[in-house]
């Protein structure tokens, strides 16, 4: 593939959408069926999952290096996962402020220190989702506040083994696997 000449517009946008309709809602979710010309200049129509939050993701690491895990059963897959803490930021709450209160909220820890790792998007195929994953560090425990409808479990398991249990499928959350292998990649560690 030869590179794009000078001035070819990479963000132009080669679908024309005629009509959007909201086909199904509720309190977290929005469903689209867009009628739209395809790139390929014939009629077609596209389907949008569109979140109402901004997801967020906590890789909350101890000073033994080990990663705090949060264990539930996702309904939406009908098994157990065991993830990093993550959740969804409302649109009057920024994504550190909504990834600290999930972090407290899911597991009752608090991290004096915060960054930025990844910013991402998820299954871009039918969902506009975007979201932001951060490094936390320098915990401190605390009580948990799950939401009434999260039965949660919470661990701390070593940073190379959690590598090992993504590798072997047990960490199979998108999120989670970002962010270990985000931080695997800025230490080096063979993912």
């Given at each position: 593939m030869s590179a794009p000449a000078d001035g070819d517009d990479r963000e132009r946008n080669p679908w024309i959408r005629h009509r959007r309709e909201v086909v199904y809602e509720n309190a977290w979710i929005e469903v689209w069926h867009d009628e739209v010309t395809r790139p390929d200049g014939e009629a077609g129509v596209y389907g949008v999952v569109h979140p109402?939050?901004?997801?967020?993701?906590?890789?909350?690491?101890?000073?033994?290096?080990?990663?705090?895990?949060?264990?539930?059963?996702?309904?939406?897959?009908?098994?157990?996962?065991?993830?990093?803490?993550?959740?969804?930021?409302?649109?009057?709450?920024?994504?550190?402020?909504?990834?600290?209160?999930?972090?407290?909220?899911?597991?009752?820890?608090?991290?004096?220190?915060?960054?930025?790792?990844?910013?991402?998007?998820?299954?871009?195929?039918?969902?506009?989702?975007?979201?932001t994953l951060f490094l936390a560090e320098e915990l401190t425990a605390g009580v948990a506040h799950p939401e009434a409808t999260e039965e949660l479990d919470v661990r701390l398991v070593a940073f190379d083994e959690c590598l090992a249990m993504a590798k072997r499928g047990e960490l199979f959350d998108s999120i989670t696997q970002l962010g270990l292998f985000r931080l695997a990649l800025e230490r080096g560690t063979p993912a």
């Amino acid at each position: 593939m030869s590179a794009p000449a000078d001035g070819d517009d990479r963000e132009r946008n080669p679908w024309i959408r005629h009509r959007r309709e909201v086909v199904y809602e509720n309190a977290w979710i929005e469903v689209w069926h867009d009628e739209v010309t395809r790139p390929d200049g014939e009629a077609g129509v596209y389907g949008v999952v569109h979140p109402r939050t901004h997801a967020v993701g906590v890789v909350a690491i101890d000073d033994a290096d080990r990663v705090l895990l949060v264990g539930q059963y996702r309904y939406t897959l009908g098994r157990y996962s065991w993830e990093i803490p993550e959740g969804g930021v409302p649109p009057n709450e920024g994504p550190l402020e909504g990834a600290q209160r999930e972090l407290a909220e899911e597991t009752g820890y608090a991290a004096a220190s915060w960054r930025e790792i990844l910013r991402f998007s998820l299954s871009n195929s039918v969902t506009d989702e975007t979201g932001t994953l951060f490094l936390a560090e320098e915990l401190t425990a605390g009580v948990a506040h799950p939401e009434a409808t999260e039965e949660l479990d919470v661990r701390l398991v070593a940073f190379d083994e959690c590598l090992a249990m993504a590798k072997r499928g047990e960490l199979f959350d998108s999120i989670t696997q970002l962010g270990l292998f985000r931080l695997a990649l800025e230490r080096g560690t063979p993912a």
